[in-house]
Each structure stands twice: as C-alpha cells, then as structure tokens.
C-alpha cells in the first residue's frame, strides 16, 4: 500500500493551493478516504473525509466552507482543495486509508509521508 501526497508549497493568505494523493496497492474504490493535518508542535487533527464512491463528504468545522475533498477513482487519486487559506492552516497534510467508516473517519490504516503547506504573507 501506497499514499504519495503532493501540490503542498508557500501561499499567500486568502490564496489556494490543491494537494494530490495518489494511492497504489490496493482497490482505492473500495474505500473511504480521509485528510488529516498536522500543525508544528501540535497533534494530528483530522480535516476532511470523502466516501468510497465520491458523493459524500465531511469536514472539521475550521475548514468547512473554505476546503473541498475531491476524488477519482479511475486515476486512484485522492484532492483536497484549499481555498480562503488562512496562516492557520500551516500545517503538514497527509492523506489516510480509513480504517473502517461506519465507527470513524478519524482512524486510519494507512497513511502517506504528508506534503507541507505555509501560509505566510
């Protein structure tokens, strides 16, 4: 099992960024998918939960209305589009196989090595 996430970099406040996650090793229509997001000298907080099949998603409140947990299964890759970025978004970004949705989106069996994102004027 595979996660390679990518697109992270240096924003501006108020700008956008789009990170990728590109899974192999198993039958990534199968599964619920999730972000997740660690800020330096904080805990791993969850961001963002979409689905197997795409039609539903689910957000932490302090990204709600500002990110966007996209996916496409024939190409196997998971997004989270980040709009309205604010200096407390810095944080590392990972993307996370979900363990079993019907308990959590927060709990996860595989996780990929995670793209930075800053936030900074």
């Known amino acids: 099992v595979q996660l390679v996430e990518s697109g992270g970099g240096l924003a501006q406040p108020g700008g956008s960024l789009t990170l990728s996650c590109a899974v192999s090793?198993?039958?990534?229509?199968?599964?619920?998918m999730s972000w997740a997001r660690q800020a330096p000298g904080k805990g791993l907080e969850w961001v963002s939960g979409?689905?197997?099949?795409?039609?539903?998603?689910y957000y932490a409140e302090s990204v709600k209305g500002r990110f966007t947990a996209t996916r496409d299964n024939a190409k196997n890759t998971l997004y989270l589009h980040l709009n309205s970025l604010k200096p407390e978004d810095t944080a590392l970004y990972y993307c996370a196989r979900v363990r079993n949705y019907k308990i959590s989106y927060s709990e996860y069996d595989y996780r990929g090595q995670g793209t930075q994102v800053t936030v900074s004027s």
């Open positions: 090793g198993f039958t990534f229509s199968s599964y619920a």
């Open positions: 979409v689905t197997s099949d795409g039609s539903r998603t």
